[in-house]
């Protein structure tokens, strides 16, 4: 994307993107590869932290929006992801693919400036950070933070709709923080397409092991997220973090958990339904959202 356009214009680039070739594309090929990182490379918006414009909050507000306890997870969870990304990127000798994939942890690495500056902004304090060495698997870290991102995405585009819906971030607020939110639309978008291309570009023979990597990679996010929900319960210093019901309360003034998947499902198709149909979506999540939704009155 240019330097030249305005931040409006630039925005509007993010968000709305068709593939240069027309006709269909076959899933797994040379094509789909050069389609899904040029999505990435094409739509990536060049905002740069250091000169964002916090706006002034009033006390209320700022007491509500410093007293979330997600500020140290979110800052650490951005710093994780930018050098797992990072590290798997170096791991690839195709140029785009590595130039795509380079592009995603630079903009990882971004949100946890902007992360930064949003609390230093508004005076919240974080724990110590932790280091984050390079991972040995660079491969399975890039997929832990794929998939996790998938999950945590759909959750935040509704949390996101609600705290706007119910003011309990202001709107100033809510507007400078938006395009952190699309850019993770874009990554899952990204990474949707990368997990089905490198699935159907390994030989035959190869596919089991991929299976039983994803398989694995699963089970680590499911266990990580029981142990972060357990972890703040014994701790009782942030029962809002019991995701999604609990920070939905906290986010959207006690919003039925029912009304919560259904700002998540509309939000998740509403910031992909802008770029190219032929780019596969993430659909796990969604999926498993509507069974959970039949049973919600």
Same mark, same amino acid.
């Given at each position: 994307?240019?330097?030249?356009?305005?931040?409006? %214009?630039?925005? @509007?680039?993010?968000? @709305?993107?068709?593939?240069?070739?027309?006709?269909?594309?076959?899933?797994?090929?040379?094509?789909?590869?050069?389609?899904?990182?040029?999505?990435?490379?094409?739509? @990536?918006?060049? *905002?740069?932290?250091?000169?964002?414009?916090?706006?002034?909050?009033?006390?209320?507000?700022?007491?509500?929006?410093?007293?979330?306890?997600?500020? /140290?997870?979110?800052?650490?969870?951005?710093?994780? +992801?930018?050098?797992?990304?990072?590290?798997? +990127? +170096?791991?690839?000798? /195709?140029?785009?693919?590595?130039? &795509?994939?380079?592009?995603?942890?630079?903009?990882? !690495?971004?949100?946890?400036?902007?992360?930064?500056?949003?609390?230093?902004? *508004?005076?919240?304090?974080?724990?110590? %950070?932790?280091? *984050?060495?390079?991972?040995?698997?660079?491969?399975?870290?890039?997929?832990?933070?794929? *998939?996790? %991102?998938?999950? /945590?995405?759909?959750?935040?585009?509704?949390? #996101?709709?609600?705290?706007?819906?119910?003011?309990?971030?202001?709107?100033?607020?809510?507007?400078? #923080?938006?395009?952190?939110?699309?850019?993770?639309?874009? @990554?899952?978008?990204?990474?949707?397409?990368?997990? &089905?291309?490198?699935?159907?570009?390994?030989?035959?023979?190869?596919?089991?092991?991929?299976?039983?990597?994803?398989?694995?990679?699963?089970?680590?996010?499911?266990?990580?997220?029981?142990?972060? +929900?357990?972890?703040?319960?014994?701790?009782?210093?942030?029962?809002?973090?019991?995701?999604?019901?609990?920070?939905?309360?906290?986010?959207?003034?006690?919003?039925? !958990?029912?009304?919560?998947?259904?700002?998540?499902?509309? %939000?998740?198709?509403?910031?992909?339904?802008?770029?190219?149909?032929?780019?596969?979506?993430?659909?796990?999540?969604?999926?498993?959202?509507?069974?959970?939704?039949?049973?919600?009155?």
């Amino acid at each position: 994307m240019s330097d030249t356009l305005t931040p409006a %214009e630039a925005d @509007h680039a993010m968000r @709305h993107w068709t593939y240069r070739s027309a006709g269909d594309i076959q899933i797994g090929s040379a094509q789909h590869k050069r389609m899904f990182c040029e999505l990435l490379l094409t739509t @990536h918006n060049p *905002y740069k932290p250091a000169v964002i414009d916090w706006p002034t909050l009033a006390p209320a507000a700022l007491r509500r929006v410093t007293s979330l306890p997600i500020w /140290d997870i979110a800052v650490q969870t951005e710093g994780r +992801a930018s050098i797992r990304v990072a590290t798997y +990127a +170096a791991s690839i000798g /195709d140029p785009l693919l590595r130039e &795509a994939i380079t592009m995603n942890g630079e903009e990882e !690495a971004r949100h946890k400036i902007v992360l930064s500056k949003l609390v230093e902004a *508004y005076g919240i304090e974080l724990a110590p %950070e932790p280091p *984050y060495p390079p991972p040995d698997d660079p491969l399975r870290a890039w997929m832990l933070t794929g *998939y996790s %991102e998938c999950i /945590d995405s759909f959750f935040a585009f509704g949390l #996101f709709e609600a705290a706007r819906r119910s003011g309990y971030f202001p709107g100033e607020l809510v507007e400078t #923080f938006e395009p952190v939110i699309q850019e993770e639309a874009r @990554h899952i978008l990204f990474f949707a397409n990368w997990v &089905a291309w490198y699935r159907r570009s390994l030989p035959w023979y190869r596919r089991p092991w991929f299976l039983a990597k994803t398989c694995g990679v699963w089970i680590s996010l499911i266990r990580d997220r029981v142990s972060l +929900a357990r972890g703040f319960d014994k701790s009782g210093a942030a029962q809002d973090m019991n995701f999604p019901a609990n920070v939905g309360d906290s986010v959207s003034g006690g919003v039925s !958990a029912g009304a919560l998947i259904d700002w998540c499902l509309a %939000e998740n198709d509403r910031r992909m339904g802008g770029y190219d149909a032929r780019l596969l979506r993430p659909t796990l999540v969604p999926k498993l959202a509507r069974i959970v939704r039949r049973f919600i009155k």
